[in-house]
């Protein structure tokens, strides 16, 4: 007897929701008695042309409907995406957050795969560009204006110029919904995150990073360890191949390494490094790019036994004599370079001396000759 009274309340339902809703589900042709604008081939070819209108506007009930109808709620299909963006930078940032990236026209929303999309890869950074790279808005939200930065980045040109699909955009590294300040742990953009984040497109790169002294101190929760942004800069990211890049970055390992900074710039390397020249020895050709491990390490690029490899990529025939050459050697610290410092005091003094000569001949030549002159006139 209850599964008989089961089965009816089960068809009684089924013909409750065929008179009431059916009604409300081919109100298409009826809604579109008023709203033909929104209904033509751009709503069909849109990525919710086969959802019918009460799908989105779900408070509207009856034909007809009040003209105040209630906004959108795109949550009730797209929770997962709501929910991330209501923990993002964005939260607050429209009252319709969702058109700002997916396009102005809710009836008009592309699928991410249509090059048409406001959000195909192609066209990411001009749809983030609209906030980003509006001075107005950049400057109201106090926000770096980076639409242009990066546009003239090798991401940029490789997007741009090139057509590069798998180039980074900026929801390869900020992400899509879940956008975060870079100073919060959960943002793929916070210190200790970007390994990861440059990762997912290098690899290779970043599992060398890893294995190397800085990755070791970011793993080890040193926030003062560089990562990738710091020497690749978040924006600007320039070809590793020009002069410009190579030259700024050498004195970007300096911030960090001082000492080894000022010793280095006495050194020949530093002087024609300067000067523009790029086939000479700077920081990462002699300790490496990513993989930079400590002297004391037999891995280590600069470890003893490496030396002669490492010097002999640029310097054909190096030999153990010439690998004795310090490159960080300070003429000032007499107690670990005693001969350099000598041999430094020399020369100073030396120079001085020479100097001080010509500077003391020059002085009495000129009172020499001022006197001859004087002479002279009084013989006239």
């Known amino acids: 007897m209850k599964e008989i009274i089961h089965r009816c309340l089960i068809f009684l339902s089924a013909w409750a929701a065929l008179f009431l809703v059916a009604p409300c589900i081919h109100a298409a042709p ?27 506007h779900t408070d509207i009930k009856a034909f007809p409907h ?27 940032s ?18 991410a795969t249509d090059p048409k999309s406001s959000v195909y890869p192609l066209n990411i950074p001009r749809t983030c560009g609209n906030c980003h790279g509006d001075k107005k808005i950049t400057a109201e939200h106090n926000l770096p204006e980076v639409y242009s930065q990066y546009m003239d980045s090798i991401h940029g040109f490789a997007l741009s110029k090139d057509g590069l699909l798998v ?24 210190r200790a995150n970007v390994p990861d984040t440059c990762g997912s497109c290098h690899s290779g790169i970043e599992a060398a990073y890893q294995s190397g ?21 978040a924006h600007q990211i320039s070809n590793v191949q020009s002069a410009t890049w190579q030259v700024k970055t050498t004195a970007t390992c300096g911030s960090c390494h001082a000492e080894e900074m000022t010793t280095y710039r006495d050194t020949f390397h530093s002087q024609v490094s300067a000067l523009q020249y790029q086939q000479v020895a700077r920081c990462w050709d002699c300790h490496g790019e990513h993989e930079i491990l400590p ?29 004795t050459y310090q490159p ?53």
């Open 167 to 190: 180039a980074a955009t900026c929801s390869a590294c900020h992400g899509s919904h879940d956008i975060r300040k870079h100073t919060d742990p959960a943002s793929k953009v916070y």
């Open 94 to 111: 429209s009252a319709q957050p969702c058109l700002s990236c997916h396009g102005g026209d809710a009836h008009q929303i592309l699928a």
């Open 30 to 56: 009826d809604c579109l008695e008023c709203h033909a604008e929104k209904g033509g081939p751009q709503f069909k070819a849109s990525i919710h042309g086969s959802l019918a209108c009460i799908a989105c």
């Open 213 to 233: 002294i800085h990755g070791m101190l970011v793993k080890n929760g040193d926030t003062s360890a560089p990562v990738c942004s710091d020497c690749h800069t």
């Open 295 to 323: 002297a004391s390490n037999p891995q280590s690029k600069v470890a003893d036994a490496n030396l002669i490899a490492t010097c002999g990529r640029c310097h054909a025939g190096a030999n153990a004599s010439f690998v």
């Open 328 to 380: 960080h050697a300070d003429p000032h610290d007499g107690k670990r370079f005693p001969l350099l410092h000598v041999a430094s005091i020399f020369m100073n003094l030396l120079l001085g001396g020479v100097m001080g000569f010509f500077v003391l001949h020059t002085v009495l030549w000129f009172f020499r000759s001022r006197a001859e002159l004087g002479a002279e006139r009084r013989n006239v």
């Open 66 to 92: 009040p003209d105040q109808v209630a906004k959108v709620n795109c949550g009730a299909c797209h929770a997962a995406a709501i929910s991330k963006v209501g923990g993002s930078v964005h939260a607050h």
